[in-house]
C-alpha cells in the first residue's frame, strides 16, 4: 500500500524566515503527492499537487513543494513565513484500489510562526 | 457554489444512541469520502463511494454504515455509537477515476459519545 510519512508534529519558525514542512513516501509505482491545509476548526484546503514533471511544484498562498525521488520525499516549502501560515498541514498519497482512486494521509505537522 | 456542506456542525450523543451525518456536494463531483480526524493520527478513511451506487469500505469502517443517496448526497450512520467514536467527521468529494485529482473537503462535525 502507498504511505507518506511526516516525521515532525511540530514546527517552529520565526516570521519572515524560510519554512520548510517534511514528508516521504513510500510508493509502488510513480508517485502523486498532495499537500493540504487545515486552519483551526475548518476543513482541509488543497495547496498543490505533484503529478509529474519539474520537480518543483507552485500552489496556492505562495507555498511550493520540492519533488526529490532519491530521497523519496516531497517537502513543502515557503521563502518567508507569514504569521497567517500558522496551521496543520498535511501530506497525501494518492492510492488506486480496484480502479478506485483515494488519497492516504500522513499524521500532520502543526505549524507555528513566531512574530 | 456551496462546494461541500455538512449537517450537523456539532453532536453529543449517549452511547448506544444513533445519529447520521449528512453530507452534500454541489460540484458534480463522481467520488464522495468520509473520513475520522483524530489526534495524533491524521485522516483515517471510513467509507467511500466511487460513483453513484457504490460503497467501499475504507480503512476503518466497523460501527458505521453509509448510504449514497444521489451523485450529490452522502450519508454517515453511526448504529450505536461508542465513546471511541469520539471524533471530528469530515465529508470530501472529487471528480472521481481518470485522475489523480485533489479532494474537496466539508467544515466537519464534532461528535462526542459521552
Known amino acids: 500500500a502507498q504511505s507518506v510519512a511526516q516525521p515532525e508534529d511540530q514546527v517552529n519558525v520565526a516570521e519572515g524566515n524560510p519554512l520548510t514542512v517534511k514528508c516521504t513516501y513510500s510508493v509502488s509505482g510513480n508517485p502523486y503527492l498532495f499537500w493540504y491545509v487545515q ?7 488543497f495547496l498543490l499537487k505533484y503529478i509529474t514533471g519539474d520537480n518543483l511544484v507552485k500552489g496556492s498562498y505562495g507555498f511550493e ?33 480496484f480502479g478506485n482512486e483515494k488519497l492516504t494521509f500522513g499524521t500532520g505537522t502543526r505549524l507555528t510562526i513566531i512574530p | 457554489n456551496a462546494g461541500v456542506t455538512q449537517t450537523p456542525k456539532f453532536q453529543v450523543l449517549k452511547t448506544g444512541q444513533s445519529m447520521t451525518l449528512q453530507c ?14 483524530d489526534p495524533g493520527m491524521g485522516l483515517r478513511l471510513i467509507y467511500y463511494s466511487a460513483s453513484e ?38 465529508c470530501a468529494s472529487s471528480e472521481g477515476a481518470g485522475g489523480p485529482y485533489e479532494q474537496f473537503f466539508g467544515p466537519g462535525t464534532r461528535l462526542t459519545v459521552l
Open chain 2, 53 to 90: 451506487g457504490t460503497t467501499d469500505k475504507g480503512e476503518v469502517p466497523n460501527g458505521y454504515n453509509v448510504s449514497r443517496l444521489n451523485k450529490r448526497e452522502f450519508s454517515l450512520r453511526l448504529e450505536s455509537a461508542a465513546p471511541s467514536q469520539t471524533s471530528v467527521y469530515f
Open chain 1, 65 to 97: 513543494a520540492e519533488f526529490n525521488k532519491s530521497q523519496t520525499s516531497f517537502h513543502l516549502k515557503k521563502p518567508s513565513a507569514l504569521v497567517s501560515d500558522s496551521a496543520l498541514y498535511f501530506c497525501a498519497v494518492r492510492d488506486v484500489i
Open chain 2, 24 to 37: 452534500a456536494q454541489d460540484m458534480n463531483h463522481n467520488s464522495m469520502y468520509w473520513y475520522r480526524q
Open chain 1, 39 to 45: 486552519y483551526p476548526n475548518r476543513g482541509l484546503q
